[in-house]
């Protein structure tokens, strides 16, 4: 795999693992948890997109991103390791990430001096990456999780620039740099889950 924050994952679950079985306890289910996470991320886009004149606003971005990781692993962690897998479950998971990252993406169309066509294109493209992971079980490989640009970079990356605008150290130029190069990474992205999806589909067989 690509490097990734991802990689990363299997030591943020044992972190929240405690958490997780008090939840499973509370009786809360491994859907609820992605339906929340999706409703607050469109909740938190739709506040920064119409309130852009207030920069500090902004800081809630890189939190709520923190968050919404840690949820999206929660659900992960209900559904496999308490038996909550589902088929609607394994739809919301995914439908909802797309959903959630244009929600959290587009407030920045509205910042003086952005390209909204570089914003489009990497809500194109991180759409795009992500469906090509998905493929990967459809030719029996497993789901493709590669980086260099994957859910979790993204979220670093958006979160960083959330973080730079409430503090007054984005300016337009930059911002734009930092989206042409994100953009370029999620093109490594597509090929790499596309790529290593066909590898990994040839070694099963």
Known sequence: MSLSIYQLKTRFQALLRPSVTLLYKWGITANQVTLLAALGSICLGALLFFNTYHPLIFLLLPIWMVLRMGLNAVDGMLAREFGQASYLGAYLNELADVV?????????????????????????????????????PMIGATRRYDGPMGKSDRAFVFGCLGLAYALGLLSANILNLVMLITLCLLFVTLINRIRKGIDDANTSL
Request: no cysteine; net charge negative; aromatic share 14%.
């Open 100 to 136: 959630s990252d244009a929600a959290l993406y587009l407030p920045f169309a509205m910042l003086p001096g952005v390209h909204f066509e570089l914003l489009l294109a990497i809500i194109f493209m991180s759409v795009l990456s992500e469906y090509a992971g998905v493929l990967g």
